[in-house]
């Protein structure tokens, strides 16, 4: 395997990685966002 096509790959992975990463950060926003103060704190402390 050449030098570009093990960057591509890499690169691939880190894509795939921060897609995930944002999705879930985006899940926990909507999440949070449904609750009130409260909720958020004990959601935080647990």
Known sequence: MIWQEKC???R???LRLMS???KS???MILLLSKM???ERL???YS
């Open 42 to 44: 004990a959601a935080f």
């Open 25 to 27: 950060d985006q899940e």
């Open 12 to 14: 691939q992975q880190i």
């Open 20 to 22: 995930s990463e944002i």
């Open 8 to 10: 591509q790959k890499l």
């Open 36 to 38: 009130n103060a409260e």
